[in-house]
């Protein structure tokens, strides 16, 4: 299974934008970038997901590397609700792959205010 | 509303009883997860199924078992094998790759606790 590689925690101001990274160098051709995020006692919540190009929603965005060993789910004005455990994943694309999920152990994101 | 239900939110059991935590989906996507967490770590992934009737063991199986007779229902019982059972457990589902659906949905977890 491909995994990926998170700093433990990360610290960032309020209102200030935040950059958290994931290394993936074992990623397949077909594998999609996912991010979730856990808000204590929580289930975790669906961020947003890429395969090669940079992509945006609402809630982030997220920059892919141009050999895709790497991302950045960027969140451009970090406020005290987005304090959270992120996850970076890796999810099949092929529907012909077993979609094992599996999640590592996310980073930390302390809001300071 | 679609989304994924768990109940109930609590549970407490002494040790050596079986207990069994409901998943329930409505938003009929195929495959259904079963993740346990304990305090400050990650989620690891206990069950998954991905199609009605068939399921395989994820990393921490090991005093855990389930079934899949409905698309809607993905239960988990915990057995008196499970040595260390307290934990906070979260089930999810997730749609096929390819449709708008394909992001996992989590629900809101069960935290069971064993004495």
């Known amino acids: 299974d491909a995994k990926t590689t998170q700093p433990n925690s990360m610290e960032s101001n309020e209102e200030e934008p935040v950059h958290l990274p994931c290394n993936h160098s074992?990623?397949?051709?077909?594998?999609?970038i996912h991010w979730y995020r856990q808000l204590p006692s929580q289930g975790p919540e669906y961020v947003i997901h890429?395969?090669?190009s940079n992509v945006n929603n609402r809630m982030a965005s997220l920059a892919i590397a141009e050999d895709r060993k790497s991302s950045t789910l960027i969140l451009h004005r970090a406020t005290l609700r987005d304090a959270a455990v992120y996850y970076c994943?890796?999810?099949?694309?092929?529907?012909?792959?077993?979609?094992?999920?599996?999640f590592g152990k996310g980073t930390r994101l302390h809001i300071l205010p | 509303d679609g989304g994924i239900t768990q109940s109930p939110k609590y549970l407490f059991r002494k040790e050596g009883q079986n207990v069994t935590l409901s998943c329930e989906q409505n938003?009929?996507?195929?495959?259904m997860y079963w993740y346990r967490q304990d305090p400050g770590q990650g989620l690891r992934l206990i069950y998954y199924?991905?199609?009605?009737?068939?399921?395989q063991k994820g990393d921490i199986a090991e005093g855990y078992s389930v079934s899949r007779e409905k698309k809607e229902s993905f239960p988990l019982t915990v057995t008196s094998a499970q040595k260390n059972p307290t934990a906070f457990y979260l089930c999810?589902?997730?749609?096929?790759?390819?449709?708008?659906?394909?992001?996992?949905?989590f629900g809101p977890g069960t935290r069971l606790t064993v004495t």
């Open positions: 999810a589902s997730r749609g096929r790759p390819g449709q708008n659906n394909y992001e996992q949905y």
């Open positions: 074992t990623i397949s051709g077909t594998d999609y």
């Open positions: 890429g395969l090669t």
């Open positions: 994943i890796l999810r099949a694309g092929d529907m012909n792959r077993d979609d094992k999920i599996i």
């Open positions: 938003l009929n996507h195929d495959a």
């Open positions: 199924s991905q199609i009605v009737n068939d399921f």
